[in-house]
């Protein structure tokens, strides 16, 4: 009898294992690349090992399977997927197909109209959203490619009634096809609308909801700065044959605080306006009779006062997706040395077992405040940052490169920010801050230096405001930001001679290159002069 009944359990499992498998239904039967397909049916097997799903005659990559049972499939399409038939295939057979349907080759009738290629909003997913979270946009005419393309979400002043818009960045983008964009919330946004705008025209306002559990953000008191920024060389030498001068002059950077940056005049114009954050000049010198060669470039530039208003207890833990977006201001680099052992054992002597992000940045930052003196004259600029830790004083440079250290240390985010910090036109000094990032709120400005009492922060607020405290999370209209984090800017040869300036108002890896057969010459960079202050 137990024999019996074994031959029979073993012919069921030998008939079931041999089973063809079965596509019962595909959900959703029309989809745009990038969207989650889920196939329904039997016998497809516990485990994906072999098996495979094709679409449109090609087989879909093993990176796309999310999930996968024996009567359930569910993958992301990939970004190349085609109309066509669905197979589930196993080493027991192939099942009969189901169609799908790329949706963005479905046609479309045209109309013979303007607003035929402008571009259109039909529905926004979710509709309320915090920064740095995914909102998918349904609509039409946005373009297969983003190309200059952008979204742009409200932005607003304290107090005005005026809204205007902050543009995303190019890493906020996560897929733009013709009738579907998926981008993230971008730093600075507020409730309000959206809008796309591509070559064609701009759609029309569609509403937005910024969430704001975690926290707010707010913008004032506005500046506008006209400054000129000048770069002389002199004394140039070159031997057998002519050489190339090149020279990287850094631009103002956009961000949330920092509005409208326009280059109004330069001289001579530049070889290249713009390129990785930097105005290029390339000078061609004759080794004959060499003569000196000089750039100036005036710009304008609006800049608000940033406060922050953060609910640290509802801070929450990074998530893999934003410790991979961010993972650049994770690490260690030339900047910071957040893999420095003293570095390490400081900031794990300073959270102790504290978990909460925002608790741990203000910790650290009450900790440089209270442990380290502040220098008004920036140091020499050979001495390391980490210098600060055993000597216990250190110029506002050491502040902004240790501190954000001492957060990368502890998983934190951080960049250090380089640019200028102007008291009225006569006083204007290179300066270096910090940003932090903060899940579902965005970045948080940090000045160590201003809330050590820096010389030159005779801020634009009330006198009796507590400077350590207002610094952490606040900074008024006075900064002008040139760079966020190191600029890293390659050579146009490997031969190339090349110019890197420490402690000055940006962080780049170039700001002059000169070819082999330039043997000496003498360079005077100025920081920017303020003309006007409106």
């Known amino acids: 009898m137990i024999i019996l009944i074994l031959l029979f359990l073993i012919y069921k499992v030998s008939t079931y294992s041999g089973s063809v498998p079965e596509i019962n239904a595909i959900s959703p039967q029309t989809a745009n690349p990038g969207d989650v397909?889920?196939?329904?049916?039997?016998?497809?097997?516990?485990?994906?090992?072999?098996?495979?799903?094709?679409?449109?005659?090609?087989?879909?990559?093993?990176?796309?399977?999310?999930?996968?049972?024996?009567?359930?499939i569910t993958l992301k399409l990939p970004m190349n997927v085609q109309d066509g038939l669905v197979f589930v295939s196993t080493i027991n057979g192939r099942s009969e197909p189901?169609?799908?349907?790329?949706?963005?080759?479905?046609?479309?009738?045209?109309?013979?109209?303007?607003?035929?290629?402008?571009?259109?909003?039909?529905?926004?997913?979710?509709?309320?959203?915090?920064?740095?979270?995914?909102?998918t946009i349904s609509g039409s005419n946005f373009g297969v490619m983003r190309a200059d393309s952008q979204v742009l979400f409200s932005w607003q002043e304290n107090k005005s009634s005026q809204q205007t818009f902050i543009a995303c960045s190019d890493s906020d983008y996560e897929y733009w096809s013709d009738q579907t964009i998926k981008v993230r919330v971008p730093d600075g946004a507020c409730s309000g609308s959206l809008m796309v705008v591509t070559t064609k025209g701009k759609s029309p306002n569609y509403p937005f909801t910024l969430q704001t559990e975690t926290g707010t953000?707010?913008?004032?008191?506005?500046?506008?700065?006209?400054?000129?920024?000048?770069?002389?060389?002199?004394?140039?030498?070159?031997?057998?044959?002519?050489?190339?001068?090149?020279?990287?002059?850094?631009?103002?950077?956009?961000?949330?605080?920092?509005?409208?940056?326009?280059?109004?005049?330069?001289?001579?114009?530049?070889?290249?306006?713009?390129?990785?954050?930097?105005?290029?000049?390339?000078?061609?010198?004759?080794f004959e009779k060499p003569e000196p060669v000089a750039a100036t470039h005036s710009f304008v530039v609006s800049s608000y006062a940033v406060s922050t208003n953060i609910n640290e207890k509802l801070v929450k833990a990074y998530s893999a997706t934003t410790k991979q977006r961010f993972s650049e201001f994770l690490q260690a680099?030339?900047?910071?040395?957040?893999?420095?052992?003293?570095?390490?054992?400081?900031?794990?002597?300073?959270?102790g077992k504290e978990k909460n992000p925002h608790i741990q940045a203000r910790l650290i930052y009450q900790y440089m405040l209270k442990n380290y003196t502040l220098d008004e004259k920036v140091r020499n600029s050979d001495e390391p940052v980490t210098n600060l830790i055993t000597e216990k004083h250190g110029d506002a440079y050491d502040f902004a490169l240790v501190y954000c250290a001492l957060l990368r240390a502890c998983g934190i985010p951080s960049v250090p920010v380089a640019g200028l910090l102007v008291k009225d036109t006569e006083n204007i000094t290179a300066h270096w801050w910090n940003e932090f990032y903060?899940?579902?709120?965005?970045?948080?400005?940090?000045?160590?230096?201003?809330?050590?009492?820096?010389?030159?922060?005779?801020?634009?607020?009330?006198?009796?405001?507590?400077?350590?405290?207002?610094?952490?999370?606040?900074?008024?209209?006075?900064?002008?930001?040139?760079?966020?984090?190191?600029?890293?800017?390659?050579p146009a040869s490997p031969k190339n001679k090349i110019v890197y300036k420490l402690r000055s108002y940006a962080f780049q890896t170039i700001w002059e290159e000169s070819s082999e057969n330039i043997t000496a010459y003498s360079s005077f960079w100025t920081n920017p002069i303020i003309t006007g202050i409106y």
């Open 217 to 286: 953000k707010t913008f004032s008191d506005k500046r506008i700065y006209a400054a000129t920024v000048a770069v002389e060389v002199q004394n140039l030498t070159a031997e057998n044959t002519n050489g190339t001068l090149v020279l990287r002059i850094p631009k103002p950077i956009i961000t949330a605080s920092q509005r409208d940056v326009e280059i109004s005049a330069s001289n001579p114009e530049p070889s290249i306006p713009e390129v990785s954050g930097t105005i290029v000049h390339n000078f061609d010198i004759d």
């Open 438 to 490: 903060i899940e579902n709120f965005g970045w948080v400005p940090v000045d160590c230096a201003a809330g050590a009492g820096y010389e030159a922060s005779e801020i634009l607020v009330k006198k009796e405001t507590d400077l350590a405290k207002f610094y952490f999370g606040s900074l008024d209209s006075r900064y002008i930001a040139f760079t966020r984090g190191l600029n890293r800017l390659r």
């Open 37 to 72: 397909l889920t196939i329904y049916g039997a016998h497809f097997g516990t485990k994906k090992t072999e098996n495979y799903v094709e679409i449109g005659g090609r087989r879909i990559t093993s990176s796309s399977y999310i999930d996968w049972q024996d009567n359930k």
């Open 333 to 351: 680099d030339d900047l910071v040395k957040s893999d420095n052992e003293d570095i390490i054992a400081l900031a794990k002597k300073i959270i």
């Open 98 to 135: 189901k169609i799908f349907t790329n949706k963005n080759s479905v046609p479309v009738s045209a109309k013979n109209s303007v607003m035929s290629i402008n571009p259109g909003i039909s529905s926004l997913e979710p509709k309320t959203q915090a920064v740095g979270g995914i909102v």
